[in-house]
């Protein structure tokens, strides 16, 4: 039962993560309607941040000097991934849809590859971060484990929350324009570079954030967890979910909820070799169905008509 | 809309402020061909310009210039006297020209509401911080939009629908609605690119009253390209005849339709 | 001297293989207004193709000579030839018909997958571990055949086949691999460009790109171009691939990313949607990645595809029509 427990709390510290994740991607693209293929590259910087700032960590330092470099990170890690969004606004104006997902894939990329060729970010291993929290182990596993999941889902719903807040704003009224029809909001006085700026400050920063409690939680980071596959994924969530924050965790819990039962061979149902063969092809299964999905349902699952203009 | 109003054109006075919007020899080249060639135009405020023409003759170009959409290859735009080139469609819309679209272009996604609130004048929209914590002055701000937005509509007389997307409107309702979100610019200059195409009888007819009303309530200056002169005819206080992107002719809009029908070879007497 | 002979050479013929990537994505892009991001996928399902091809045991005929060689060489290229355009023309009816009129994102989403889905695929049937083109076979004196070798090639066994020791013989040999590579690449960019710019199925093609509404007022039906399009660019790529493993070794499942998104590059760098230009392109990226790996330093020269990144970045916001390209897009 406890082993039950542990699997299902670590899995809501992840599942939180990536809903924040997500969010950042809903106000670039639902609501700022930026074609974005780059925006794992403000998660790496986030966790990277993140990272060195707790390398900075002596052993055996006080649980204070804890707490202060924990924040600390946060505030780096956010801080420098909006300065990433930030660097992003000005091409973003200007280049149209299909060019603007190459920039900011290559944006990625380029940050990718660095880390991979620097040594003291760790290179191709990764960095392993050191550990401001307390440890979940041993009898205090499961109240630590819980307390953090705990943590991770009210901070993914803070997230969640802010961005349909945004949505219903004036200013999210706006962002929305824009992304409907550029000329004519800029026609009716909506300019567009102001519009950029905030969407890239709050999308990169809650992608910055998620970095982060990456970081912290799962205590190694690697160029490989950011790469460009696990960015369209979370693309393709917010477009499976209508480009809206609710939809959009929906989206992402029941893709996390597929990718786990086929991986445990639908929870242990299907055994024998139905079962091997459902978790050898998974990535095949999901990819399939996942593209399925995206041709009968283009505008999100539950938007069956044309409710949406294209950014 | 009753019938209340009269339906000839109004008279205003002679101002001598600058007019609010004015184009001076304006020049534009698709490849080699001209699209215009050295138009020159005034809106003196509170005019109701009509500009006809036949389809191709560089209606729509002079209007994307006067909004900014385009860049005239030669020439120059004032608005209020100051020249305009090079800036943004964004940039006339603050300096107080609003316009509509030949081919209508509203927001899909947002309500008509949302539609015609969204081009208010409002400086504290931009920030994050206001539309995240949304505090009192915030609602109180988004409150008083609503309540000016539905007016408009109600001018339109679509108050009613306001919840609505575009979708569930007529082609006509979807024309008033563009209308209603140019009035909300509250800018000294409207341009109208065919504002009645696709209209019936009745939706033309509630259009030409409501543009006669701001125009003679708020002293709005128009500019409307349009192809059906009856709605020149009532409201309009000069026409401009635009072929093959030259001025023909500009002048009363009588003189000016008799002209082009003139030169059609159809005896008007 | 003759070493920058050399290495201009090795850049030309690597840049002509992401030249013929390249035309391909350009072509769909301009036809069907899509960035074909399984692409790539194209590309390894050619060079699967042809490793299978020069596999089966059809070639016991024959003792080993120079003609036998030869044809299986043909053979080789017309079948990942086949074998790219065959998966692009599924692909394309699979799955970006229907949605590539409704929504980009979603098509591009859908392309991506796609990808993936083809990758995985790979994964599964062919294992992950690379096979060497065409060094897989263990130079084997002929034996007699059996069905389930036919059946079985990926089960590794010896195949009996001494055409494809005399292609190990030849394929060891850099001079008669770059010959080889040379020709196949001639041929292959010359018969891309003369479809093209010659034929009457190319200027279909070429008008559907420019202006869909004013080609489909002349007669042209855009559906069967488009098909044609992705035939056309599944072929090419798939050439490529059987042409990559021959001089640089190796074909595994995930050997068409890395070549895929360089081709991106090369055709942005081009002007997306102008063939000569994604040739440009290719030939420009393909000598820069040579000459830079060759001359700089070793540190740096890991820093090669963040190079070319930073090139496509560069182009996008100086240039972002590439060199040759032409607008596409709607007047405000």
């Known amino acids: 039962m406890a082993l039950l427990a542990d699997y299902i709390l670590t899995h809501l510290v992840y599942l939180s993560i990536l809903v924040i994740f997500a969010a950042g991607v809903v106000v670039l693209y639902g609501l700022a309607g930026v074609f974005t293929l780059g925006h794992q590259g403000f998660m790496a910087i986030g966790a990277y941040f993140a990272a060195g700032i707790a390398c900075l960590m002596p052993a055996g330092g006080s649980p204070i000097l804890a707490a202060a470099l924990l924040v600390a990170s946060v505030i780096a890690g956010v801080g420098g991934a909006v300065a990433g969004g930030l660097l992003l606004t000005g091409p973003s104006v200007r280049l149209r849809g299909d060019y603007m997902a190459l920039a900011t894939l290559a944006f990625a990329e380029i940050l990718v590859a660095l880390i991979r060729n620097t040594e003291a970010l760790g290179g191709m291993r990764g960095l392993d971060v050191a550990s401001l929290l307390p440890r979940a182990s041993g009898s205090a596993r499961l109240p630590i484990l819980g307390t953090y999941a705990l943590a991770s889902v009210a901070m993914a719903a803070g997230a969640v929350l802010a961005v349909q807040r945004l949505g219903r704003s004036r200013l999210g009224i706006a962002l929305r324009a824009l992304r409907d029809d550029e000329l004519a909001a800029r026609s009716m006085g909506l300019e567009n570079r102001r519009a950029r700026l905030i969407s890239f400050t709050m999308g990169a920063g809650l992608c910055g954030l998620a970095g982060c409690l990456y970081a912290h939680f799962s205590g190694h980071v690697s160029p490989r967890d950011f790469g460009f596959v696990q960015g369209a994924m979370v693309l393709l969530y917010v477009v499976l979910g209508g480009s809206t924050a609710v939809g959009t965790v929906c989206a992402v819990a029941v893709v996390y909820f597929l990718d786990e039962g086929l991986k445990l061979r639908c929870f242990g149902l299907l055994t024998g070799g139905l079962g091997d063969a459902l978790v050898n092809w998974k990535d095949a299964i999901l990819a399939g169905l996942l593209i399925a999905l995206l041709a009968w349902r283009p505008y999100g699952l539950l938007t069956a008509n044309r409710l949406r203009s294209e950014p | 809309m009753s019938g209340a109003l009269e339906p000839e054109r109004p008279h205003t006075e002679l101002s001598h402020e600058p007019p609010v919007l004015a184009g001076s020899r304006l020049t534009k080249f698709y490849g080699g061909v001209a699209a215009l060639e050295r138009v020159s135009l005034e809106i003196p405020p509170g005019e109701v310009i009509g500009v006809v023409g036949a389809n191709g003759a560089g209606k729509s170009t002079l209007l994307n210039l006067l909004t900014g959409a385009i860049r005239p290859d030669d020439g120059e735009v004032y608005v209020g006297g100051r020249p305009m080139n090079g800036q943004s469609p964004a940039a006339f819309a603050h300096a107080g020209v609003a316009r509509t679209f030949q081919k209508l272009r509203l927001f899909p996604s947002l309500t008509i509401l949302e539609n015609v609130c969204v081009a208010m004048p409002s400086t504290e929209r931009w920030s994050l911080r206001s539309a995240l914590l949304r505090g009192r002055s915030e609602v109180g701000r988004e409150e008083d939009e609503r309540a000016r937005g539905l007016a408009l509509l109600r001018l339109v007389g679509l108050e009613d629908r306001a919840k609505h997307l575009i979708g569930n409107l007529t082609y006509g309702q979807r024309r008033l609605v563009e209308l209603a979100r140019a009035l909300a610019r509250e800018a000294s200059v409207v341009l109208l690119d065919e504002p009645a195409a696709g209209m019936n009888a009745n939706e033309e007819r509630q259009l030409c009253d409501v543009l006669i009303r701001i125009n003679q309530a708020r002293h709005l200056a128009l500019l409307i390209v349009e192809h059906r002169w009856a709605l020149l005819r009532r409201m309009a206080h000069r026409a401009l005849w635009l072929s093959d992107g030259r001025v023909v002719q500009e002048g009363a809009p009588e003189s000016v339709f008799a002209a082009i029908l003139d030169s059609a070879g159809v005896i008007t007497r | ?332």
């Open chain 3, 1 to 332: 001297m003759s070493y920058l002979l050399t290495q201009l050479g090795n850049g030309l013929m690597l840049g002509c293989m992401y030249g013929l990537i390249a035309v391909g994505f350009s072509l769909v892009y301009g036809v069907a207004r899509l960035m074909n991001f399984a692409h790539g996928e194209f590309f390894m399902v050619g060079a699967y193709g042809a490793l299978f091809s020069a596999e089966l045991p059809l070639w016991r005929w024959g003792n080993g000579a120079g003609a036998t060689m030869f044809w299986t060489l043909v053979i080789s290229v017309l079948v990942s030839a086949a074998s790219g355009a065959l998966v692009s023309v599924l692909v394309e009816r699979l799955a970006y018909r229907r949605i590539r009129r409704v929504s980009r994102t979603a098509t591009f989403l859908v392309a991506v997958g796609a990808s993936i889905l083809l990758q995985q695929i790979g994964f599964k049937v062919f294992s992950a571990s690379p096979r060497g083109f065409p060094d897989v076979c263990t130079p084997v004196v002929v034996a007699a055949p059996t069905l389930s070798g036919w059946l079985q090639p990926s089960a590794g066994l010896p195949c009996e086949v001494a055409v494809t020791s005399q292609l190990q013989a030849v394929a060891l040999s850099p001079s008669g691999t770059s010959a080889v590579t040379f020709v196949v690449l001639a041929f292959a960019v010359w018969g891309a460009l003369f479809f093209v710019l010659r034929t009457d199925t190319g200027l279909a093609i070429r008008a559907v790109s420019i202006d869909e509404k004013s080609a489909r007022s002349v007669g042209i039906r855009p559906q069967p171009a488009i098909v044609i399009t992705f035939a056309v660019g599944g072929a090419l790529a798939g050439i490529a691939g059987f042409l990559w493993s021959l001089r640089y070794g190796g074909v595994q499942p995930l050997m068409g990313f890395i070549p895929g998104v360089k081709a991106f590059v090369a055709a942005v760098i081009g002007g997306v949607g102008s063939v000569t230009g994604a040739l440009v392109g290719g030939l420009l990226l393909g000598l820069l990645e040579t000459l830079s790996f060759a001359y700089l330093p070793g540190e740096v020269s890991g820093y090669r595809d963040a190079v070319t990144l930073l090139l496509l970045l560069v182009f996008l916001l100086i240039r972002p029509l590439g060199l040759l390209g032409r607008q596409f897009g709607e007047a405000a």
